[in-house]
């Protein structure tokens, strides 16, 4: 199948490309960064400091460190998943542009994966691929849509989180037609980090195994 994978560039997002990206061997897969969620914020200061451990401290201090020196682990920067690519991931904010639109558009897709993806798409790039577009959303729907899932519902002491995939099917933020869920229990004794990393490890499941299904429809 030929997929295109939007996500955003920061850590969450480069440790689900990590348990997702090598279990998609056989596909052609393109990735796609925004480098921000959103507008902007006017520089709120707890803000900022989330966005320097989510985003910054990783992109502008961890991987330049890592690819320099050549560190393998058990996760890889950016960079060094392009090794599963055809072609290097790229840096597309304004994927609703005409200019954005063609490049996607070329790609005869089947498939559009989300994960934190930094923009709302709109209807000409929602319906480019034949099997839809897919987003694994950071919370439980309908109760937390939007940004920040994982955070308001730590903040309103839920017992549980988990993540959502579910199909774009217009503009309006998280309200396309629900495939899956994951939970997990809330560990107090973690941080919020920790519970945002540990989305993916159930909630890439959700997308490999819709994957698999939709594989099945299209032989």
């Given at each position: ?54 985003q910054n401290r990783f992109n502008q201090l961890m991987s330049p460190l890592i690819n320099r020196v050549h560190f393998e682990s058990e996760c890889k920067t950016f960079e060094q998943l392009n090794e599963y690519l055809l072609q290097l991931m790229e ?129």
């Amino acid at each position: 199948m030929k997929i295109i994978i939007l996500a955003n560039k920061n850590i969450a997002s480069n440790y689900a490309l990590n348990l997702l990206i090598p279990g998609l061997r056989g596909h052609d897969i393109s990735v796609f960064l925004s480098s921000k969620v959103g507008a902007s914020q006017n520089n709120i200061p707890r803000l900022e400091t989330l966005k320097f451990f989510e985003q910054n401290r990783f992109n502008q201090l961890m991987s330049p460190l890592i690819n320099r020196v050549h560190f393998e682990s058990e996760c890889k920067t950016f960079e060094q998943l392009n090794e599963y690519l055809l072609q290097l991931m790229e840096v597309l904010n304004k994927i609703n542009s005409f200019e954005n639109i063609e490049k996607i558009r070329k790609h005869q897709l089947d498939l559009i994966i989300l994960i934190r993806y930094g923009n709302i798409l709109k209807d000409d790039v929602i319906n480019i691929p034949s099997f839809g577009v897919l987003n694994l959303h950071s919370g439980l729907l309908p109760e937390y849509r939007g940004v920040m899932a994982t955070f308001w519902s730590m903040l309103n002491d839920e017992k549980e989180i988990g993540t959502t995939l579910h199909y774009i099917e217009d503009g309006s933020i998280d309200s396309g037609r629900i495939l899956s869920k994951s939970r997990f229990e809330v560990d107090k004794n973690k941080s919020y980090l920790w519970h945002v990393l540990n989305l993916y490890v159930s909630g890439v499941e959700l997308i490999l195994n819709a994957i698999f299904l939709i594989e099945k429809i299209k032989r």
